[in-house]
């Protein structure tokens, strides 16, 4: 075996240029694997922790109230106060379609929407100024608000300058009693997570017209927990409504659970396509093996006389073609990795080579080099030893 191998790797040293041609394409082909998956992994990552900083253990209710059946928000909340072994907060949520202003200056595109004083703790946000909505604003209808870090930057010039501030919304005045940190820098723009208003849901309500609360976001306590606290709200749901066609319960978890299958599916699709690449690698290694049989006859008959038997001319070529693969293999993982991680900087995103790919690309590698070398391998030990030995 060790003696194969020295001769293996001293064939292929001897003849350079038709050996590189050789691993050539099991080297694009190894390497476009490692680069395919990794950087669909890498972006479906940065999706995922985006999905995730969503809150996977949060929980979206949306009911539809009729005349004769219909759910208001204090029945909600005694539901939510009898299962708090299951939920860690709940928020009410009525959206407001209006601007907000300050003097002249004027914001279309920010999200206005009134929530209940556990809202701000539901999205894990932190106040960078002033104070949370609190039980009694939202009791006494007071009209103060929350807002987010860019529209107290566009309104107001900072943080500092708008607490305490009054706020038009809806030709209403609103006091700013809080502000909240900014989530991202990168989105700090307009329509983006930073520009937000948050008012007491009880004054969102008498602004947006709506006699009924139609949207509630829970936290469970635990991921774990989240599907436990899924059916206790369909199951409460299915009490008040009689049917499941006036309500839908949307658990993030099971979202990121799809998002997740889905990148698997990709990965393998990607790695599948890539794969194709080492077949024809395995085509060019079968026709340049056969070629060094052809070359080596003389070789192969001289061995032969001398006492080699089949096995031994079969494990040669079968180690040389493997060796050739093998080295492929290695020196295509180098340049995916080093390829992923430019390609993964120049799309701005965090793209490693994953060990699954690289694992199974390498040994698709050696096995191509294993299965296309046996047939020239195969040819090598059953040439007659008096014909390679007459052979030119």
């Known amino acids: 075996m060790l003696q194969s191998f020295k001769l293996a790797l001293k064939s292929i040293w001897g003849n350079k240029m038709r050996s590189f041609l050789t691993m050539l394409g099991i080297i694009i082909g190894v390497a476009a694997v490692i680069i395919l998956v990794s950087i669909v992994n890498g972006y479906m990552g940065s999706m995922v922790e985006n999905f995730t900083s969503m809150g996977v253990n949060r929980i979206t209710v949306n009911v539809t109230n009729l005349a004769s059946r219909s759910l208001d928000v204090d029945d909600m909340y005694a539901f939510y106060e009898e299962n708090s072994a299951l939920f860690a907060q709940m928020s009410p949520t009525v959206n ?4 907000v202003k300050n003097g002249t200056d004027e914001m279309d595109s920010t999200t206005v929407a009134g929530y209940g004083e556990e809202y701000l703790e539901l999205m894990s946000y932190e106040l960078e100024a002033g104070r949370n909505l609190s039980y009694a604003d939202i009791m006494s209808r007071q009209k103060v608000c929350i807002i987010g870090a860019y529209v107290a930057q566009e309104l107001y010039g900072s ?3 708008a607490l305490n501030q009054t706020i038009k919304i809806g030709g209403y005045s609103f006091k700013v009693v809080g502000i909240v940190e ?9 329509g983006g997570t930073d520009d937000f208003v948050w008012l007491p849901y009880s004054v969102a309500v008498k602004m947006s017209r709506n006699a009924v609360i139609s949207s509630y976001t829970f936290a469970s306590r635990d991921t774990d927990l989240t599907e436990d606290c899924t059916q206790a709200i369909k199951d409460f749901l299915y009490e008040t409504f009689k049917s499941d066609d006036y309500y839908r319960v949307t658990a993030m978890s099971s979202l990121l659970d799809s998002l997740n299958e889905q990148i698997a599916m990709m990965s393998a699709m990607l790695g599948g396509i890539a794969g194709i690449s080492l077949l024809v690698a395995g085509v060019g290694v079968m026709n ?3 070629v060094s049989v052809t070359e080596r006859t003389r070789e192969i008959g001289i061995r032969k006389s001398l ?14 073609a493997a060796v050739t693969s093998s080295l492929g293999g290695i020196i295509g993982i180098i340049i995916g990795g080093a390829a992923t991680a430019a390609v993964g900087a120049a799309m701005g995103i965090t793209a490693t080579p994953t060990p699954v790919a690289v694992i199974v690309s390498f040994s698709v590698s050696v096995g191509i080099g294993l299965i296309f070398g046996y047939m020239p391998a195969n040819r090598a030990a059953n040439l007659n030893p008096i014909d390679a030995l007459r052979s030119d």
């Open 159 to 161: 943080t500092a300058s």
């Open 182 to 190: 900014a989530q991202d820098e990168s989105d700090f723009d307009d």
């Open 96 to 99: 407001v379609s209006t601007s």
């Open 288 to 290: 340049i093996m056969l």
């Open 307 to 320: 006492g080699a038997n089949k096995g031994v001319i079969m494990q040669q070529f079968v180690i040389e």
